[in-house]
């Protein structure tokens, strides 16, 4: 391969290798939605609850693959491992034994309800500037992003805290002590490297809270 040749290769993976991914990972995601949707039919468990998950994934996945193109990435593998560490985190969760009776039960099933719908209202808000590394895209202010500044992290705690009521054991307390830290760390370290826009900087100022009003 000539030298030119090779730089075009080079140029063309810069400009078409994050759109490449994209769709690996919208892939990957719609192949896990619809076995796992599948699975929960198979088993008769198919409910409000478990249909309001997988349209929360669907939107997730097909903003996955029209987002736009980071204008910044950070560049630190410990703060990107943070960030990776609190989105799959969830899957640790997958397949814990129940605890409880049917009050916990019903609440498990109403904190999910409502955890879905605002991560579905946060993923419409946020549109195609979602994104799992930390990184800088156009900044969204309005929706929830206008009451906190971190409403996604947020509802993905809320949705821990969910499934940790009807499965309470030593390994799910920890796990979602371990979860919930690290969406805490990844919300400041977050802040800190989008602080490089002032647009970003304005927004913190305007916007106070970062997971619950007049709290924290």
Same mark, same amino acid.
């Given at each position: ?32 939605? !619809? ?8 088993? !008769? ?172």
């Amino acid at each position: 391969m000539t030298g030119e040749a090779q730089a075009s290769d080079q140029g063309w993976l810069r400009r078409h290798g994050q759109l490449l991914f994209n769709v690996w990972l919208f892939t990957v995601v719609l192949v896990w939605i !619809g076995s796992e949707t599948h699975k929960t039919w198979v088993a !008769g468990k198919l409910n409000y609850v478990e249909v309001s998950f997988a349209v929360q994934n669907l939107v997730m996945a097909g903003l996955i693959l029209v987002r736009t193109r980071h204008r910044a990435v950070d560049r630190s593998l410990w703060r990107q491992a943070v960030a990776l560490i609190a989105f799959f985190s969830g899957m640790a969760f997958i397949g814990q034994p129940t605890s409880g009776g049917e009050t916990a039960a019903r609440v498990s099933e109403g904190l999910t309800f409502a955890s879905n719908l605002l991560g579905l209202a946060t993923l419409l808000n946020l549109g195609r500037s979602f994104g799992i590394l930390i990184a800088l895209r156009k900044v969204r202010t309005g929706g929830l992003y206008s009451i906190v500044r971190h409403p996604m992290y947020g509802t993905d705690i809320l949705l821990r805290v969910g499934f940790l009521v009807s499965h309470v054991t030593p390994l799910t307390v920890a796990l979602f002590l371990v979860s919930s830290g690290c969406y805490v760390y990844r919300a400041m370290l977050e802040e800190k490297f989008l602080s490089q826009d002032p647009e970003y900087v304005e927004y913190m100022k305007r916007v106070r809270w970062r997971f619950i009003p007049f709290i924290f």
